[in-house]
């Protein structure tokens, strides 16, 4: 019987922690494509249209769009209360780390790759970027 891992290191880009369920994009996200009052992605041809990423732990490869419209799109979901609790990203850009740090919003990168292999959506971890660690709160089956 294999041993599943619990948690996970990560890199810190935003400090803070949440919990909540994963939400998994194999699409960059442009959140100005998504619906501030609603949380939910109108980028016709995503991998997520249609779906909420209110309150969610959400990770996604990178951040797409200008800095304008990208910074723009974070504020107001955070001003709606329908930003992500916390963002895994794999290629961090300026916009994105600036703009996570002004709405104090945490975001991690450089998890270990077995991360993707052990967690699925639905899943809920907690997000503890200070301390450079993702935890396996509970499983969905």
Same mark, same amino acid.
């Given at each position: ?47 997520? @249209?249609?779906?909420? /990423?209110? &309150? #969610?732990?959400? +990770?996604?490869? =990178?951040? $797409? ?49 077995? @991360?993707?292999?052990? /967690?699925? &959506? #639905?899943?809920? +971890?907690?997000? =503890?970027? $200070? ?11």
């Amino acid at each position: 019987m294999s041993q599943k891992n619990n948690s996970f290191k990560c890199h810190k880009i935003s400090e803070g922690e949440a919990s909540g369920e994963v939400l998994f994009s194999k699409d960059g996200i442009c959140f100005y494509l998504i619906d501030p009052e609603t949380g939910v992605v109108i980028q016709r041809n995503h991998c997520l @249209f249609g779906k909420s /990423i209110a &309150n #969610k732990i959400l +990770v996604f490869p =990178n951040g $797409t769009g200008s800095s304008v419209v990208q910074a723009d799109g974070m504020y107001q979901l955070k001003m709606h209360n329908n930003a992500p609790r916390a963002m895994i990203v794999e290629n961090a850009d300026t916009t994105l780390v600036a703009s996570s740090i002004i709405m104090e919003m945490p975001l991690v990168d450089k998890v270990e790759s077995v @991360f993707k292999q052990e /967690i699925s &959506n #639905k899943d809920t +971890v907690k997000v =503890n970027a $200070t301390e450079g660690v993702i935890t396996l709160i509970e499983k969905e089956d």
